[in-house]
């Protein structure tokens, strides 16, 4: 297992490590996320700056080669309450799977979610990927309902779990 540290990301100019990451996902999972590798490759520095600015992503990084290895991004869902938040993104490279990374991930996202005050913690996850599936069950994740007003996420083949806080 290699060893992997987790920091979150919250300059600017850190732009170009969540675009790379971002990519990376995005090419080597395509069917994992409703984005497209495509289209993320369109976007200009500034909303990557932007994104990097935000401070919801946390980066998994590894230790050997301070390369990103993997990430989750924690934001407000949109149409959702005030006390709760969405974790987007979530994604470890192949490399780095099978060693922890993933649980970490979740946890360090709950406990930042946690320290903002919310008590629920969503996510939508490919109803095909068991792998992912099972890791957010194992961590406390169940599957749930969509609330009115949350459109923003969900695509066809997914599903909404969600964690109490």
Known sequence: MTDVTLRWVDDPRDWQVVREVRLAALRADPDAFFAKAADEEA???EVWRERAAAGGTL???DDVTASP???ATLVREEGGPADGRHLVGM???PTARGGGTATRLVDAVADRARSE???RLTLWVV?????ARNLYAAQGFVETDVPPGVTDYGCAGEVRMALQL
Not at 127 to 131: D, F, S
């Open 127 to 131: 109803r095909a990927n068991a792998a």
């Open 91 to 93: 994604w470890v490279a």
């Open 69 to 71: 290895v993997g990430c």
């Open 43 to 45: 976007l200009d520095e």
């Open 59 to 61: 980066l998994a990084v």
């Open 117 to 119: 005050g919310a008590r």
